[in-house]
Nanobody, 115 residues
Framework: QVQLVESGGGLVQPGGSLRLSCVAS????????MGWYRQAPGKQRELVAS???????NYAESVKGRFTISRDNDRNTVYLQMNSLKPDDTAVYYC?????????WGQGTQVTVSS
């Protein structure tokens, strides 16, 4: 079993920034990928950004140029730097870790963008 603990969410004004962190209970050196998903009220969960073991990144069109995903293998941590936040970014953000053996989710962290 793998535990993922997210942090860094909160309330921010439009145009502001937040950095989300996801710490895994195991090494992330040999993962298939790690990613951030989000789910807004009444909407389906959607991929925001992901990063593979080789460092290849993928972003939703709506966040390209504003969000950056990165990883620190020594700390078993993946980050999501979110800049130029918009009200439409308001959602619960979930960390996901994919291994060959399965997929794991964190508990989620709320991000609210509002003036």
């Amino acid at each position: 079993q793998v535990q993922l603990v997210e942090s860094g969410g909160g309330l921010v004004q439009p145009g502001g920034s937040l950095r989300l962190s996801c710490v895994a209970s195991r090494s992330i050196f040999d993962i298939v990928s790690m990613g951030w998903y989000r789910q807004a009220p009444g909407k389906q969960r959607e991929l925001v950004a992901s990063i593979t073991s080789g460092g290849t990144t993928n972003y939703a069109e709506s966040v390209k140029g504003r969000f950056t995903i990165s990883r620190d293998n020594d700390r078993n941590t993946v980050y999501l730097q979110m800049n130029s936040l918009k009200p439409d970014d308001t959602a619960v953000y979930y960390c996901n870790l994919r291994l060959i053996s399965g997929s794991y989710w964190g508990q989620g962290t709320q991000v609210t963008v509002s003036s």
